[in-house]
C-alpha cells in the first residue's frame, strides 16, 4: 500500500526511510549471526569450547540493539520532516486563499487535517513505510540462511510469508470506504463541536443550547458506532494475522523438533531453525499493525491532496501605480450564487443579486459613505474593494488598473479594510500594532494610539507592554475597536474602508473613532459604511444602497433637500435618538 505522490511529496524523508530499512535489515542480519553462535556454542560438548561463540552472540545481539537505535532515530528524522513539510504546505495554501478560505474550507477539517491527520501520516513514514519495504528483504534473506541449515523448514516458512500481504490486500479493499466514512463522520462532528464552541454565547442567550446538544449526541453517537465498525474490522484482521504468524512458526518449529528426533538434523541445527522461525513473520506482522494507522493516514492524505490541489482564485501580475490611488467602480453587479446561463431565467434571479449596477469613485482626500439597511450590499462592497472576493461583472479600477489583473499581495499594501470584527492577538500592544508595519519605532506606534485616543487608556496599563489576552478579552469593545483602528492607522494605505468599524461601542469609542477617520479623510481616499447616519454628515458624497442598487448619492444637505428615502432615514433615527436620549435623561 504506498501512495507515490505522497512519497514524491516527502523526498527528504525517503533517505531516512531507506537508512530504516538498511538499519532493520543490518539488525536481522546481526540477530541472524547471534542465534548461529548461540546454536553452535550451545552444541559445543564443553564450557571452554563455549564462550567464545556466546561472546560472539553476545556482541551480535548488542551490535543489533545499536542498529535499532539507529532505525528508531531514523524513524523519527522521516515523520517530523513530513509533518513539517505536510504542515507548511497546508498552511501556505490557506496564505493564498487569504481570507476567503472559509468560503471553499471548513475550518474544523482544515484543523482535523493539520494536525490528527498529519500526525497519522507520521506512522505512515515513520513506521508503516519503513515497515513495508524490510518486509520485502526479511523473508528471502532468511530464506537464504536458513536453506543450508534445513531446506524444507526454509521452503515451509517461505511459503507461509506471502499470506499476510495477502491478507492485508484483502483488507484494504474493504477497509477503504469505511475508513473514509469514518474520516467524514469525525469531520462532522468536529465541525459541529467548534461551532457550538464559538456560538455558545449566543446558544445560551437565546436559550437553544439544548437542541444543538442534542445534535452533539447525534454526531458523537454516529462517530461512535463508525469507530467501533473500524475497531471490530482491524480486531478480526489482527486475529487472523497473528494466526498465521504464529501459525507458520509453531510450524516451522515443528519441523525442527521432527528432524532434531529422526536425527536428520542435529542439536545446533534444529535451535537455528526455531529461533529463525519467529524471525520469518514479525516483519510481517508488525506491517500488519501498521498498516491499519497507515490506512487512517492515507484516509486523511486523500481529504489533504483535495485541499492542496483546489485552484486558487485567478491572480494577476500588475501592481498598482506609486502614489496617491483613485479607486473606482463601474457598473459593478455580484451574487452570492450565481445563476447558471443554460438554466431557465427565473424571475425572482435579479433579487437574489448583492450587487447591482454599482458606479462609485472614492478618491484621496475623500470622504465616501455607503448607508442603507442591513443586507443592501454596502459589506459586499467593502470585500470587492479589499479582494476578499472576485467573480463579479463590470469593471473596478486601482490607480487606473482593473483589479482582476493586480497580483494578488499588492492589494493589501495598498487597501486596508477596517470591520468591527477586526481580530487583537494575545501579546502585547506592540506586537499587534507591528503587524501593520514590523520597523516601526515606539514612537511611530505611540502618536498611532494617539491618533486613534486610546493612547491615555494604555499608558497608566503598561503603554506598548501592556499585554493583551486572546481577542482583546482585556479590553472593552471600544478601547479593542480603537486599538485596531491604531493599527490600521500605522500602515498608512493609500485607501481605507471602515466597514461598520464603530458598531456595537459607547458613543465616547464612536466619536473617537470618527474623528480619527475624518482626519484621515483629509488625505487618503476613505469609504465609510455606518448604520448611524449621524456619522456620515461630513461626507463629500453618501450613497443610499439598497437591495444592491444606489438609489440615492450626494451631500447630506443635498439628500435631505430631496425629500426622498435617505431623508425619510435621517428623520427616523433623529427621532430615535432624540427619544433616547430624553429616556437617559429621565
Not at 36 to 48: D, K
Request: net charge positive.
Amino acid at each position: 500500500m504506498l501512495d507515490r505522490r505522497l512519497m514524491r511529496f516527502a523526498k527528504r524523508a525517503n533517505r531516512y526511510v531507506f537508512l530504516h530499512v538498511l538499519l532493520q535489515w543490518a539488525g536481522l542480519l546481526l540477530g541472524a549471526a547471534a542465534v548461529f553462535a548461540l546454536a553452535a556454542g550451545l552444541g559445543r560438548g564443553s564450557a571452554g569450547e563455549m564462550w567464545l561463540p556466546l561472546a560472539a552472540a553476545a556482541a551480535a545481539a548488542g551490535l543489533r540493539a545499536l542498529c535499532g537505535a539507529g532505525a528508531a532515530r531514523a524513524s523519527f528524522l522521516a515523520s517530523s520532516g513530513v509533518k513539517r513539510r505536510l504542515r507548511q504546505a497546508l498552511y501556505e495554501k490557506l496564505l493564498a486563499f487569504g481570507p476567503s478560505y472559509t468560503e471553499v474550507f471548513s475550518t474544523a477539517e482544515l484543523l482535523q487535517v493539520a494536525t490528527e491527520g498529519v500526525d497519522q501520516l507520521e506512522s505512515y513514514f515513520g513506521k508503516y513505510l519503513p515497515q513495508f519495504f524490510f518486509s520485502l528483504l526479511a523473508p528471502p534473506t532468511l530464506f537464504c540462511l536458513l536453506a543450508p541449515v534445513s531446506l524444507p523448514a526454509a521452503g515451509l516458512l517461505l511459503a507461509c510469508t506471502p499470506l499476510i500481504p495477502l491478507l492485508i490486500a484483502m483488507i484494504r479493499r474493504m477497509a477503504k470506504k469505511m475508513l473514509k466514512r469514518h474520516w467524514k463522520s469525525y469531520v462532522t462532528l468536529g465541525d459541529v463541536f467548534l461551532e457550538n464552541i464559538q456560538g455558545m454565547t449566543a446558544l445560551k442567550v437565546y436559550g437553544a443550547d439544548g437542541a444543538r446538544q442534542a445534535r452533539m449526541r447525534t454526531e458523537a453517537e454516529s462517530f461512535r458506532r463508525s469507530t467501533m465498525r473500524v475497531l471490530r474490522m482491524q480486531l478480526n484482521s489482527i486475529a487472523v494475522m497473528d494466526l498465521i504468524a504464529y501459525g507458520g512458526g509453531a510450524a516451522g518449529v515443528l519441523l525442527a523438533v521432527l528432524g532434531y528426533a529422526n536425527r536428520t538434523l542435529g542439536l545446533p541445527e534444529a535451535l537455528t531453525v526455531t529461533l529463525l522461525a519467529v524471525e520469518f513473520f514479525l516483519p510481517l506482522r508488525l506491517l500488519g499493525s501498521y498498516f491499519h494507522i497507515a490506512m487512517n493516514g492515507l484516509s486523511a492524505s486523500d481529504r489533504m491532496f483535495q485541499i492542496l490541489d483546489t485552484p486558487l482564485p485567478a491572480d494577476g501580475s500588475e501592481t498598482p501605480p506609486a502614489g496617491p490611488l483613485t479607486v473606482s467602480l463601474r457598473d459593478v453587479s455580484f451574487s452570492y450564487a450565481p445563476v447558471d446561463p443554460g438554466a431557465p431565467v427565473d424571475p425572482a434571479g435579479p433579487a437574489r443579486a448583492a450587487l447591482s449596477g454599482v458606479t462609485l469613485t472614492l478618491a484621496p482626500g475623500r470622504l465616501v459613505s455607503l448607508v442603507g439597511p442591513s443586507g443592501g450590499g454596502k459589506s459586499t462592497v467593502a470585500a470587492l474593494l479589499s479582494g476578499r472576493r472576485g467573480g463579479y461583472t463590470g469593471r473596478i479600477d486601482v490607480g487606473g488598473t482593473e483589479l482582476r489583473a493586480l497580483a494578488r499581495e499588492s492589494l493589501p499594501r495598498r487597501v486596508t479594510l477596517v470591520t468591527h470584527e477586526d481580530f487583537v492577538f494575545a501579546g502585547t500592544v506592540a506586537d499587534n500594532l507591528r503587524m501593520a508595519r514590523p520597523d516601526a519605532s515606539d514612537e511611530a506606534l505611540t502618536a498611532a494610539l494617539r491618533q486613534a485616543q486610546i493612547w491615555d487608556f494604555l499608558e497608566d496599563k503598561g503603554g506598548l507592554s501592556m499585554d493583551l489576552a486572546a481577542r482583546g478579552a482585556n479590553l472593552s469593545g471600544g478601547q479593542r475597536q480603537r486599538l485596531c483602528l491604531a493599527r490600521a492607522l500605522l500602515r498608512d494605505s493609500d485607501v481605507y474602508l471602515f466597514d461598520e468599524a464603530t458598531s456595537n461601542i459607547d458613543a465616547e469609542s464612536d466619536e473617537a473613532v470618527m474623528a480619527a477617520v475624518r482626519a484621515l479623510a483629509r488625505t487618503k481616499a476613505v469609504l465609510l459604511i455606518s448604520h448611524r447616519l449621524a456619522n456620515v454628515v461630513t461626507s463629500d458624497q453618501i450613497c443610499l444602497l439598497e437591495h444592491g442598487v444606489v438609489t440615492e448619492s450626494g451631500t447630506h444637505a443635498a439628500l435631505l433637500a430631496r425629500g426622498g428615502a435617505y431623508a425619510r432615514l435621517w428623520a427616523r433615527q433623529t427621532e430615535l435618538e432624540q427619544y433616547a436620549k430624553g429616556g437617559a435623561a429621565l
